[in-house]
């Protein structure tokens, strides 16, 4: 395991179509982290998990927006009826539990999402 | 009010030398971090170096170094004899103390796009 993976890294998809991300983080983090970076911005974030439990969610994730760990693994995060505004880059990160201020995240590559 | 600012949309430097990137922060806790991030154009997240609140001595990594002057809310990256692959986006991030559904996120500024000239 060699890091934080993302699929697709690339999605183009036309506006009021769903689309889903993948993340697997890595294998012993416990938490898993979604942000949203537009262009010209900083990553910003969306919500997070601890094991499978979502622990807290951003007012950036509208209804349309969801976030599921099911077993407390692997992460999708989907999008209803997209908008061109969602069109961004998708950043997943991850991190061992830790009630330490430095508990470094790991991000993995992005998924890059343009709506038409 | 943004939790971290990044004035500098852009700097340039030349190759082998000394480049600052500016941070200033804010935030009512005692207790937090602050981190850089490096992200080139293939768009991953490089951690680069980390300062907590207490900590008393300014963090260094390699030639990466952090100028903390917590009394002005700066924490200013100072990268020595820059190379040409320091060329990308940096950012600077905040992690606030350990307080209610705060815990865990990161909040980070706007960036800021190095590039290095020979």
């Known amino acids: 395991d060699t890091g934080v993976s993302q699929n697709p890294r690339h999605k183009i998809t036309k506006r009021g179509q769903n689309v889903t991300f993948r993340c697997d983080p890595i294998?012993?983090?416990?938490?898993l982290y979604w942000y949203r970076q537009t262009l010209g911005q900083g990553p910003e974030f969306l919500t997070y998990?601890?094991?499978?439990?979502?622990?807290?969610k951003s007012r950036l994730l509208s209804d349309r927006f969801s976030a599921e760990r099911p077993k407390g693994s692997f992460s999708t995060l989907e999008i209803q009826r997209t908008e061109q505004g969602d069109s961004a880059m998708y950043l997943c990160?991850?991190?061992?539990?830790?009630?330490?201020?430095?508990?470094?995240?790991?991000f993995g590559p992005g998924t890059r999402l343009t709506v038409l | 009010a943004q939790k971290i600012t990044q004035t500098q949309p852009g700097m340039f430097v030349q190759e082998k030398e000394a480049v600052t990137l500016d941070c200033t922060y804010d935030?009512?806790?005692?207790?937090?971090?602050l981190f850089w991030y490096k992200q080139p154009s293939s768009g991953e997240m490089i951690f680069l170096i980390y300062?907590?609140?207490?900590?008393?001595q300014n963090a260094t990594e390699g030639r990466y170094s952090l100028n903390f002057q917590k009394a002005r809310k700066s924490a200013n990256l100072v990268i020595s004899a820059s190379q040409l692959g320091d060329s990308a986006m940096y950012f600077c991030?905040?992690?606030?103390?350990?307080?209610?559904?705060?815990?865990?996120?990161?909040?980070f500024g706007r960036g800021t796009q190095l590039t290095v000239w020979p």
């Open positions: 991030a905040m992690r606030e103390g350990l307080r209610g559904s705060t815990l865990g996120r990161l909040y």
């Open positions: 990160a991850s991190s061992l539990v830790s009630d330490m201020i430095y508990n470094e995240q790991f």
């Open positions: 998990f601890q094991n499978e439990a979502q622990l807290e």
């Open positions: 935030t009512s806790d005692q207790s937090y971090g």
């Open positions: 300062q907590g609140s207490y900590d008393e």
């Open positions: 294998s012993e983090h416990n938490r």
